[in-house]
């Protein structure tokens, strides 16, 4: 049987630990059934990891994907995304060209814009990966403002993605709603598929023999974005580490450490009880396994957090770890609530951090809750079931096209 054509699409890089983990891990099983083009935007620090570019080199000959890794380059703010979305167009149209080329995975918005100018000019079909509700993660971000020049044209693009895709996919359940609260008339026969962001679960497995110490309070992944609230996480810190002298935290990221101990320890209390480092990506599953718990608090109640899946959030589970959260993110308090993986923090405020302690020390005494939460982790977040969903979007458009 002859794989069919299809182009990959991201600004992404796949030498990114999310390129690894929401990118190569799911062309993996695609790659069975279709004749992969991976166009990646790769930055200059990991391009420069020769090692690293080998290897990924050698991920995609080992599953027949052919990569092209373009480079990154963020400035000037407003002139580079312009110019690198003109010279995408070309690379793409010129892949459909050249390769006959059936269908166009756009992950995000700005590759799908690319891919809807590419559909209009050769007529092959595109998939909108939203990933998230990126206009207002960038005001939550107070990268945007609301009603300016720049938020309208990119709510045009949404729009124009939204009713031109042969499909959309959601991370959440929680973005569909507010999506088709919007565009009803867009939405209204779009075929919408909700696959939140998975996890490997083949790599990120439980600890078999975890030795006894100190608590570890884990957090891994940015914490600078803007729309994570370092906030609350500095009053976790500083709750925890008062209640347990022993307790250790460990922020996983490739944020500047300089920067993030700033934030988090203004008054240098922990020392040494705080480490702050970033991870490669295939150390990624050790580095969650030392961990007893993870800790994530985003801008909850902004309407960009209702899109947000959080990667950290599968491969914490995955590791049979319990995971610290706050409201109105995606899906993640129904997730906790309903497999009891966890607590939800109300407040930044010291009473409401001690009472999420109090019931996360509590949880913890479960012998039950590593494999609840591992059991979790594969009922929501499965590497397989996420593959499975987009070959099944893959095929359900291809099969219209060719009827």
Known sequence: MSLIPTLYLTRNGLLEPLGQSQVMAYLRGLSRDYAITLITYEKHDDWADTAAVARARAACAAHGIR?????????????????????????????????????????????????????????????????????????????????????????????????????????????????????????????????????????????????????????????????????????????????????????????????????????????????????????????????????????GGEISELGRSPTRMAEVLGCGLPVVANEGVGDVADIIRKHNVGVIVAGSDAAHIEQACDALQALMQDPELPARCRATAHNVFSLQTGTQSYRALYAAILNKEDA
């Not at 918005?109 to 990966?129: E, H």
């Not at 569909?176 to 009803?184: G, H, I, M, N």
């Not at 709750?239 to 500047?256: N, Y």
């Open 67 to 299: 990569w092209l890794p373009q480079r990154f380059r963020p400035r000037p703010r407003i002139i580079a995304p312009a110019f690198s979305m003109i010279r995408m167009v070309w690379l793409v149209r010129r892949e459909v060209r050249r390769n006959g080329i059936r269908l166009i995975h756009a992950r995000s918005y700005i590759p799908a814009a690319v891919a809807g100018v590419v559909s209009r000019m050769t007529g092959v079909p595109f998939i909108f990966d939203m990933r998230a509700l990126w206009p207002e993660e960038l005001i939550t971000a107070q990268r945007l403002r609301r009603g300016s020049w720049m938020h309208r044209a990119i709510v045009r693009a949404e729009r124009a993605c939204l009713t031109r895709s042969s499909g959309v996919v959601s991370l959440t359940h929680a973005a569909v709603t507010y999506l088709r609260s919007v565009y009803p008339g867009e939405l209204q026969r779009q075929r919408l598929v909700v696959i939140p962001t998975c996890a490997d679960l083949d790599r990120f497995t439980p600890a078999s023999d975890k030795p006894a110490g100190p608590v570890v309070h884990g957090c891994i992944g940015t914490v600078l974005s803007g729309w994570f609230r370092t906030d609350w996480l500095a009053a976790w810190l500083r709750v925890a580490a008062a209640r347990d002298p022993d307790a250790r935290f460990e922020i996983v990221t490739r944020d500047d450490a300089a920067r993030v101990r700033a934030v988090l320890d203004p008054d240098s209390e922990l020392t040494s009880r705080l480490h702050i480092g970033p991870r490669r990506s295939e150390d990624m599953p050790d580095a969650v396994r030392g961990h007893d718990l993870s800790v994530m608090f985003y801008a």
